[in-house]
């Protein structure tokens, strides 16, 4: 059985633009943040955070912006909940 690489769904943030002392403004430059894949009384959920009592819930938890090493049956897990594009093979 292969070991695989987990690296959960990413949004794109893009945040209005702000105001310095003196009112020069100016735009904020987008970002990638990576939303944390859990799953809690047997549902998968995906959020950019995740309280504290559903972390210590949830029976899988995948902190988003990291890559994660999973077993082969966390891969076909994910893979039937719709997370297969965000999994890769180690070689």
């Known amino acids: 059985m292969a070991n695989w690489l ?7 943030l893009v945040e209005t633009p702000f105001a310095e002392p ?3 403004t100016g735009p904020r430059m987008p970002r990638d943040v990576g939303l944390t894949v859990y799953r809690l009384a047997g549902l998968w959920r995906q959020a950019q955070y995740v309280s504290v009592s559903d972390a210590a819930a949830s029976d899988r938890l995948y902190p988003g912006g990291r ?3 999973v077993a082969q ?10 997370y297969g594009a965000y999994l890769t093979v180690l070689p």
């Open 73 to 82: 049956a966390a891969a076909d897990e994910l893979t039937a909940a719709g």
């Open 6 to 12: 987990f690296r959960g769904p990413a949004v794109r």
């Open 67 to 69: 890559v994660h090493t």
């Open 22 to 24: 003196g009112g020069v």
